[in-house]
């Protein structure tokens, strides 16, 4: 069984443990807590009559009771077979609770159930994941010892653990090598030699940090024009070519044409701390299908010299937005009012002998999948999905740097 397959069974054992846990949660809780209702020693009863759903007459009675849905023991009169409750009326309450017996949970903390729900589930938070986590990396330890890999260890080292890191990190150093030489020629027969250098530059941080984490610079460039300043100056570029291009024409009377509409303003699309987490999460899949097992975790950070230092095993991440012909409408708007459509321009390079290596440069084909209703309609949430969504699409980029 491989370390990853029984570590999925553990982690999934510890769900089961939680969820019942939880469950023991919720029944010590009532233990603890007041009933909604407590039964009075009382020879008091208060016959009534009520019909049923068939509309049958039936007899049944009252008796005294305290009531716990407040903070204190409240005297009521209620029908235990039945469920139904009747106030006292004020002048024979003293009467009637000379004649109760005292209730048992006069205490406040009888009557707060949620307070003593959440404290045990807390405590269930840190069995099942503090000691529940550490048992099972122990577990996990033990099989690791028994097959010492590249591999095996960087996968301990990628997911979160309670137990056992440091012994795991002292053994990449000895484990990285081999690892590396025999990744390396798999991957020439697939990538570009620049590509393959990063990753064998990044495999030697691994080991010599002793973790996966990999920092990688992000950066986020909005270069959007409003949308007629860019028709106009494209028009422009196109005039300048007539004689010289058999089309230039054709195209001044399109630009012409999309001109006429009236398009929507582009909204503040944020910076790159927006969507650095959907760059992050699409590098992790991505690397992790490259190298066949978790061995890189990213984490995108913004180094202000990072681009004039060019250390070589770092990774550079650009996503610039452009102008485009494009446009597109939305169902309530006229069909006059266009929204403009946006190029996601999207590079990934490193520096080799400090010299840039772009490993992909390319304009991403947008995609979106905003529903929203036209009161809900946010231009701003539009197009902030279609660039978290682009920026999805980019998983299998890497794989044609051949």
């Not at 440091?166 to 990744?183: D, H, S």
């Not at 990774?315 to 012909?325: D, G, M």
């Not at 209703?373 to 998983?395: K, P, W």
Request: net charge neutral; glycine share 4%.
């Amino acid at each position: 069984m491989s370390l990853k397959k029984l570590n999925n069974i553990l982690d999934g054992c510890l769900s089961v443990i939680a969820i019942l846990l939880i469950r023991v949660c919720w029944w010590g809780a009532e233990k603890i807590t007041a009933p909604d209702y407590e039964r009075i020693k009382s020879e008091v009863r208060f016959p009534y009559s009520y019909d049923t759903k068939d509309g049958e007459s039936r007899d049944s009675y009252y008796e005294l009771a305290w009531s716990h849905k407040g903070y204190s023991p409240a005297l009521v009169a209620h029908d235990f077979y039945n469920g139904r409750t009747k106030e006292i009326k004020e002048e024979y309450l003293a009467e009637y609770k000379a004649d109760a017996t005292p209730s048992k949970y006069k205490g406040f903390w009888y009557h707060i159930f949620w307070v003593w729900f959440g404290i045990f589930v807390i405590i269930d938070i840190i069995i099942v994941y503090r000691y529940g986590q550490e048992l099972r990396d122990r577990i996990l330890f033990s099989k690791l010892k028994r097959n010492i890999t590249f591999e095996n260890c960087t996968y301990f080292l990628y997911h979160d653990r309670y137990a056992y890191q440091f012994e795991v990190r002292m053994m990449l150093p000895a484990t990285a090598p081999q690892y590396i030489i025999n990744k390396k020629r798999e991957l020439e027969a697939k990538y570009s030699p620049a590509f393959v250098s990063l990753i064998v530059e990044l495999l030697r941080k691994v080991a010599l940090q002793g973790s996966t984490e990999i920092n990688y610079h992000y950066s986020f460039s909005d270069e959007l024009k409003p949308q007629q300043d860019y028709l106009n100056n494209l028009q422009q570029y196109w005039r300048t070519q007539l004689g010289a291009k058999p089309k230039a024409q054709e195209y001044i009377n399109d630009i012409e044409r999309l001109k006429g509409y009236i398009y929507a303003p582009f909204p503040d699309f944020g910076g790159a701390e927006e969507y650095a987490p959907s760059v992050t999460s699409q590098l992790d899949k991505l690397f992790k299908e490259i190298m066949g097992s978790e061995v890189f975790r990213f984490n995108a950070c913004k180094y202000m010299l990072a681009e004039a230092l060019k250390k070589p095993g770092m990774l550079f991440v650009s996503t610039r937005l452009l102008n485009t012909v494009q446009n597109f409408t939305w169902s309530s708007r006229s069909d006059s009012f266009r929204f403009a459509g946006i190029d996601i321009e999207f590079a990934v390079y490193a520096y080799e002998d400090k010299k840039k290596q772009v490993l992909w440069n390319h304009l991403l084909t947008p995609k979106c999948n905003y529903t929203a209703s036209d009161d809900e309609f946010s231009e701003q949430a539009l197009y902030r999905n279609m660039v978290h969504t682009t920026i999805g699409t980019f998983t299998e980029i890497l794989k044609e740097t051949k």
